[in-house]
T-cell receptor, first 112, second 114 residues
């Protein structure tokens, strides 16, 4: 069965600084990878997804992620964060028709 | 297009009481999911429907949780009787039935069991 590890439970960063949120996965077969964002008292919103093709995936709100098969990683990056990016970020994996498995989340805290 | 609708948004009940949550997925989405999100954790799949059939309910505590999806559209999730550890946000999501299609989430129902 597949699994996801988000090593950082919380990442504090100053506004306009770059940020990287780490995600590692485990699976014996090919996977599809997702990053979701959750704002307070809201449901989850898709930021970006990797299905196949280019390993660098661009998403909404200036976020991007790079799929690294040898490292089994799918880290999320943004070159310059805003206060409004403060939220919980979840990495998720599926092998296709099987269930979407989420990591424990990383809370991004952006301060002025 | 309208998103995934859930109700109620908040619910407070005493332990051993019963509670039900409702979900209306995006029109045309054959796949429907119920996730449980405990504070500080990622969402955990409780049950997945394909139309009105169950695809995966391996993590559903069947002694107290039940779910149904009538006519392959709306769905209800019930807990009876509730325990303190059931306090969580219950998220409903839907997607088209393709291998890696995006799941669209509702705003969730926050359940507090006291």
């Amino acid at each position: 069965a597949q699994s996801v590890t988000q090593l950082d439970s919380q990442v504090p960063v100053f506004e306009e600084a770059p940020v990287e949120l780490r995600c590692n996965y485990s699976s014996s077969v090919s996977v599809y990878l997702f990053w979701y964002v959750q704002y307070p008292n809201q449901g989850l919103q898709l930021l970006l997804k990797y299905l196949s093709g280019s390993t660098l995936v661009k998403g909404i709100n200036g976020f991007e992620a790079e799929f690294n098969k040898s490292q089994t990683s799918f880290h999320l990056r943004k070159p310059s964060v805003h206060i409004s990016d403060t939220a919980e970020y979840f990495c998720a994996v599926t092998t296709g028709f099987q269930k979407l498995v989420f990591g424990t989340g990383t809370r991004l805290l952006v301060s002025p | 297009e309208a998103g995934v609708a859930q109700s109620p948004r908040y619910k407070i009940i005493e332990k051993r009481q019963s509670v039900a949550f409702w979900c209306n997925p995006i029109s045309g989405h054959a796949t429907l999911y119920w996730y449980q999100q405990i504070l500080g954790q990622g969402p955990k799949l409780l049950i997945q429907f394909q139309n009105n059939g169950v695809v995966d309910d391996s993590q559903l505590p069947k002694d107290r949780f039940s779910a149904e999806r009538l006519k392959g559209v709306d769905s209800t999730l019930k807990i009876q009787p509730a325990k303190l550890e059931d306090s969580a946000v219950y998220l409903c999501a839907s997607s088209v039935p393709q291998g890696a299609s995006e799941a669209f989430f509702g705003q969730g129902t926050r359940l507090t069991v006291v």
